[in-house]
């Protein structure tokens, strides 16, 4: 059984600005989380700068690069600078017209080990990625790593544990998702708490029911809507739990914060061997899985 | 949209030694929770008399009874008595040989509305159900009542979101779960504690990623072991959780309950409209999903 201790780092960031802003924050951050023993590090969604998809502007489009593209090289040299795996999270440019949600993932050495594009896309008031994201062609398929094989998901896959047992179901050893969620301040704070607190529920579900650890690295800070409207108080929270969906670390709802935590790789086999849950799905009785609904 | 509030009632009981003598205390509970103003009851797993699936013995299949049967039959009759309707969970004897674990539902005017055969299986020290249940062949069908479209499951279905989500596909308004989980009295108190935890974290799981209620009525008490070793120690803990995982009711750990929660079935369409999970699915992605494991 393994029995390696994986310690990681979350970094926890408001946004400074530009690309240029915050990758320089990052790359602060990456060196403090290697300087405290990380060998994984996980960065939130569309970390280069605002969450510009609380409105629909074809100017955005202009913040789009490439991969491999200038924040992907700085990341990849991040990476091999600090011996560190890093998860990162990038909107990508792949054609004129055709962008995607996209992680990416470098190996200690620098190297880019895979890409995943965000499979399931959000539109709800505040959050227009529908606008700006082609949904992801590359299926659930986990990217490996000299420290494992990493199941990278984005922000709204949270929600589907379709996506999560996919990726167990392909061997992933951590589950990972850089995120972009907050409160509307204008919500009553009742409906906020439970907003958060399902947001954790979810996470910690599929922890559960893969017996797998989750990662997930959300932003934080109020930011303001183009469109006057209240604006988006990302709620941090950013966590890492275990394969009983146990909390390992959590964040503040505050403030930027570097979040570190080991992971014991081995607790996952044992308890999927008390758990075996893997042992008795009915793939007999899936086959509507595949269907919108029902009816 | 559904603007319906339902009160409903979870009998929260230990055994109390055979078939009549716990029929009798749920006839005395289901008529408190109809003076209660409950319209749905639910009964935990195998409520008829001990959990006997803690060693393999041929003699313990004598339990099992053909359904409809005396104990569906007294079931009936206590559904049409207090104008409830009743979700029960009995051993079920289809022929010599053929054994279920089957829940059970009767609408309020007594009318048998149907039967659900638990389609996962457990197979764990204690808890060797593989010897007496057949595995369901009825697959994952909502069963129709006067008070709603109900997505009836079995214990060990509460670990895999596929169950859920079949029943969510289908139309089910509720998920409710007949269950008998508790701690091993040998094992350390943190294990013990995640264990419980994980628990609650998988249903509530189940009703964020489907917008879905969920109430679990679990049995409660020490129910020592034939095979001499240290029990189960079932926890209790039924509970009732709104469409975004929130805790409405919940029982205690150590005492039978009678549990009593309103539930606001319009709430379910309100969450659905804010968090429309079932409009993105990626079924053009999720086959994989009908294989045992992406090797």
């Given at each position: 059984?393994?029995?390696?201790?994986?310690?990681?780092?979350?970094?926890?960031?408001?946004?400074?600005?530009?690309?240029?802003?915050?990758?320089?924050?990052?790359?602060?951050?990456?060196?403090?989380?290697?300087?405290?023993?990380?060998?994984?590090?996980?960065?939130?969604?569309?970390?280069?700068?605002?969450?510009?998809?609380?409105?629909?502007?074809?100017?955005?489009?202009?913040?789009?690069?490439?991969?491999?593209?200038?924040?992907?090289?700085?990341?990849?040299?991040?990476?091999?600078?600090?011996?560190?795996?890093?998860?990162?999270?990038?909107?990508?440019?792949?054609?004129?017209?055709?962008?995607?949600?996209?992680?990416?993932?470098?190996?200690?050495?620098?190297?880019?080990?895979?890409?995943?594009?965000?499979?399931?896309?959000?539109?709800?008031p505040g959050f227009y990625e529908k606008f700006y994201f082609t949904p992801g062609d590359l299926g659930?398929?986990?990217?490996?790593?000299?420290?494992?094989?990493?199941?990278?998901?984005?922000?709204?896959?949270?929600?589907?544990?379709?996506?999560?047992?996919?990726?167990?179901?392909?061997?992933?050893?951590?589950?990972?998702?850089?995120?972009?969620?907050?409160?509307?301040?204008?919500?009553?704070?009742?409906?906020?708490?439970?907003?958060?607190?399902?947001?954790?529920?979810?996470?910690?579900?599929?922890?559960?029911?893969?017996?797998?650890?989750?990662?997930?690295?959300?932003?934080?800070?109020?930011?303001?809507?183009?469109?006057?409207?209240?604006?988006?108080?990302?709620?941090?929270?950013?966590?890492?739990?275990?394969?009983?969906?146990?909390?390992?670390?959590?964040?503040?709802?505050?403030?930027?914060?570097?979040?570190?935590?080991?992971?014991?790789?081995?607790?996952?086999?044992?308890?999927?061997?008390?758990?075996?849950?893997?042992?008795?799905?009915?793939?007999?009785?899936?086959?509507?899985?595949?269907?919108?609904?029902?009816?």
């Open positions: 059984m393994n029995t390696r201790t994986l310690p990681v780092a979350l970094v926890q960031e408001r946004d400074h600005g530009d690309t240029d802003a915050n990758l320089a924050v990052i790359e602060q951050r990456v060196a403090e989380a290697a300087a405290a023993g990380a060998r994984l590090v996980l960065l939130q969604e569309l970390h280069n700068g605002a969450y510009f998809c609380q409105h629909e502007a074809v100017s955005e489009f202009d913040r789009a690069e490439p991969i491999p593209g200038p924040s992907s090289e700085r990341l990849s040299a991040l990476a091999a600078r600090h011996r560190v795996v890093l998860v990162g999270s990038l909107f990508e440019r792949r054609a004129p017209g055709l962008y995607h949600n996209t992680a990416v993932v470098f190996d200690s050495d620098g190297r880019f080990a895979g890409r995943y594009r965000k499979m399931h896309i959000p539109d709800d659930f398929t986990p990217i490996d790593t000299t420290i494992g094989r990493l199941g990278v998901l984005v922000c709204w896959d949270q929600w589907y544990p379709e996506a999560a047992r996919l990726m167990a179901l392909a061997g992933a050893e951590l589950l990972l998702y850089p995120t972009a969620i907050g409160w509307d301040p204008s919500e009553a704070a009742d409906e906020n708490a439970r907003q958060r607190a399902a947001w954790l529920t979810s996470h910690a579900g599929h922890a559960v029911a893969n017996g797998l650890p989750v990662l997930s690295c959300n932003r934080i800070g109020l930011e303001p809507s183009p469109l006057g409207s209240a604006g988006i108080d990302f709620w941090g929270s950013s966590h890492v739990l275990g394969p009983q969906g146990e909390v390992l670390a959590m964040a503040g709802t505050d403030h930027p914060e570097l979040l570190l935590a080991e992971i014991d790789l081995g607790r996952s086999e044992s308890v999927r061997r008390i758990w075996p849950f893997l042992r008795d799905r009915r793939i007999d009785a899936y086959h509507d899985l595949l269907k919108r609904y029902r009816d």
